[in-house]
């Protein structure tokens, strides 16, 4: 029996990023049927796109550092000994084009990325200035993959009835980065977005990781009714929650994605410190909200964007 080819897709982060190579990955899977598929991944995105129909296996990058000897021999034996074909680099990170030379010298595998020496090198003009998806696509036209679908979780599966949610309910996502306060609108304003949905009887639900508990407790406080989740969803059931939301406002965050992605309209808010020309989320309805200042930014203005029925 003819052993399968054996196919590397690199993609370590961020959750925003993860969600919009859920298409290339699925394009990788298409082109190469009969082929064993390992990702390279981060520890937090592990299991859930283990349960993806686009990998065989997943791996957990240990990420070591330029002095850990014992980390990076680790890593470079496993790479190396994957045998791998192809090599599918989604993050084109300096770290992830290090791993391309971490796996030399001897017999080169068809790279796909930005590292130097790649005999699929994605070194298009202006390629930082496109949004992520089209860099992607484009990335992988290089490398003879034509068609890119856009992401899919319809594989996603959760039950979130313990959270006894109402038929009426309205996903907040006042987080984010903790090192990028800037990328956030003030938590009083969702505050008063939350007053504002429940006026209308549509009940708030805030979701977010362990760090954003503060902020979901703070509107939960002000409003009460709403209905703080955060700490207490993974990706999976933020997929639920937006298969099942009338409506997601968000910063821009990686729940934004999945959110939008899984099917509800969204209203995201930029400021001037990303830009959603490169990174806003893909889904049948996705709206942009954007001031060089999230501070500048009225209630009234996102309010207007919801059409709640």
Do not use: C
Not at 6 to 15: D, H, S, T, W
Not at 251 to 270: E, I, K, Q, S
Not at 288 to 309: F, K, M, N, Y
Request: no cysteine; hydrophobic share 45%; glycine share 10%.
């Amino acid at each position: 029996m003819t052993a399968r080819p054996r196919i590397l897709v690199i993609k370590l982060g961020a959750l925003g990023d993860i969600v919009q190579s859920l298409g290339p990955a699925a394009a990788i899977r298409r082109h190469h049927a009969d082929a064993e598929i390992t990702l390279l991944t981060s520890a937090p995105f592990a299991a859930f796109l283990g349960q993806s129909p686009y990998f065989d296996t997943v791996w957990v990058d240990e990420r070591p550092g330029p002095l850990d000897f014992g980390g990076l021999w680790r890593l470079r034996r496993r790479l190396r000994g994957g045998d791998f074909r192809w090599v599918y680099d989604l993050q084109t990170s300096g770290r992830s084009s290090w791993y391309f030379h971490l796996m030399g010298p001897g017999r080169r595998r068809e790279w796909s990325g930005i590292a130097r020496g790649a005999s699929h090198r994605h070194d298009t003009p202006g390629r930082n200035r496109m949004h992520t998806l089209a860099r992607q696509a484009d990335q992988l036209r290089t490398a003879g993959i034509a068609a890119v679908p856009p992401p899919d979780l319809a594989w996603v599966q959760a039950d979130i009835r313990r959270f006894d949610l109402p038929e009426r309910f309205a996903v907040l996502v006042p987080g984010g980065a903790q090192h990028r306060p800037d990328k956030r609108w003030p938590v009083e304003r969702y505050a008063a977005l939350a007053t504002k949905l429940a006026d209308r009887g549509v009940v708030p639900v805030i979701v977010g990781g362990e760090a954003e508990r503060r902020l979901g407790k703070s509107i939960e406080q002000t409003r009460a009714g709403a209905r703080d989740l955060t700490g207490e969803t993974g990706f999976a059931e933020v997929v639920a929650l937006g298969r099942a939301a009338l409506w997601a406002v968000g910063n821009d965050t990686g729940p934004m994605h999945l959110l939008a992605v899984a099917g509800a309209p969204v209203t995201v808010l930029y400021s001037a410190v990303s830009d959603p020309a490169l990174t806003a989320p893909w889904g049948p309805k996705v709206t942009i909200l954007r001031r060089p200042s999230l501070s500048d930014l009225a209630v009234e203005e996102v309010a207007a964007t919801l059409a709640l029925g």
